[in-house]
Each structure stands twice: as structure tokens, then as C-alpha cells.
């Protein structure tokens, strides 16, 4: 008998802090009536105590909450059709973490440029900015290439309804390819 269900997707926001990626999950999520989960949800205290001191996290510290992740993926897979997670996956070794035993979990990557970020970052009201944060996002960000064919780049250099129904079209037609 021929298993005709159809496959449940896993779509991780994923782009440099200021990119929109909460809001644009937020948003898409909603129109969806999907799952979704802040990935800065599941740091462990180490992670926030360490964060919240003003120190970056390194490559040691991201581990156990990469795994969380993927087991979180997994999980939320189990139950929702689509499921949508907010992580910034910067570097490739964290996305092909994220990936590691998941053939339907993929990418929406909010794409944008150092200045466009920079300007609406700045124009946050009640938002306290610091440049120095942007900067080493931009230096660790490895931009997702042709090699990772499960990336979709979305362009940013729009409003933000335009960069919610390009997310919207994208993840609706991978979702009904399955």
C-alpha cells in the first residue's frame, strides 16, 4: 500500500540580526495557522546568562542549542503540516546542523545589505542600536550559495507585506509540491 500522505515542511527564517526575520516568521505563521517557534527560545541558561553579559556565543556554546533545534524540528514535523522556526543560521555548519536528518526542512533567507539593515535598525523606535553588533553579524554570516539547494533567498529591499507574501508564495509552493 502506497503511503499518500503528504510530507510536513519545517521552514527555518534565517539572516542577520535586523533582517525581519521574527517579524516575517510572525507574520507568515499566522496567515498559515502554523507552528512556530523563536529559536532564541531554547538557548540554554549558559547561552543567556553569557549573551546577556555582553559576551558572543562561540561555536562550543551554539551546540547544544543546535541540537535543540533540529530536535525541535523534528518534534513540531510530527505534528504540522508546516511548521516555522526563527533562527539566524548564519554560518553553513549550523544550517547543516539544523538539516542533519531532515530531508523537508529548509531555508528562507531574509537578504539584505549591511546599509539597508543599518538604516532600519537605526530608525527603530525605542531600540537601543549598536553598529559594532551588525558588523560582526555581517563578518560571520556565510551567505547560503548554489550548493545549498534548500535556501530560498528572499530580497528585503522591499516593504514588509511584499517580503511576507514572497515568504507566503515560496513556502506555499514548496509545500504543495510534497
Not at 12 to 33: E, F, I, N, R
Request: proline share 3%; glycine share 6%.
Amino acid at each position: 500500500m502506497k503511503n499518500t500522505q503528504k510530507p510536513h515542511y519545517v521552514y527555518v527564517v534565517m539572516g542577520v540580526s535586523g533582517s525581519g526575520k521574527s517579524a516575517v516568521a510572525s507574520a507568515v505563521s499566522q496567515k498559515l495557522s502554523c507552528g512556530f517557534l523563536d529559536g532564541d527560545f531554547l538557548h540554554p541558561r549558559s547561552n543567556i546568562n553569557k549573551m546577556s553579559e555582553g559576551h558572543a556565543l562561540n561555536d562550543e556554546d551554539r551546540a547544544p542549542w543546535l541540537s535543540a533545534l533540529n530536535d525541535a524540528a523534528f518534534a513540531m514535523q510530527r505534528t504540522n503540516d508546516v511548521s516555522i522556526i526563527v533562527c539566524s543560521a548564519l554560518k553553513k555548519r549550523y544550517r547543516d546542523r539544523l538539516r542533519e536528518g531532515n530531508g523537508n526542512l529548509s531555508f528562507v533567507y531574509m537578504d539584505g545589505d549591511f546599509d539597508l539593515i543599518e538604516s532600519r535598525m537605526k530608525a527603530r523606535k525605542g531600540h537601543f542600536f549598536k553598529p559594532q553588533m551588525l558588523v560582526s553579524q555581517f563578518e560571520a554570516l556565510e551567505v547560503p550559495d548554489s550548493d545549498e539547494q534548500d535556501v530560498c533567498a528572499i530580497d528585503i529591499n522591499q516593504p514588509l507585506d511584499a517580503v511576507i507574501a514572497d515568504t507566503l508564495k515560496h513556502i506555499q509552493q514548496r509545500s504543495n509540491q510534497g
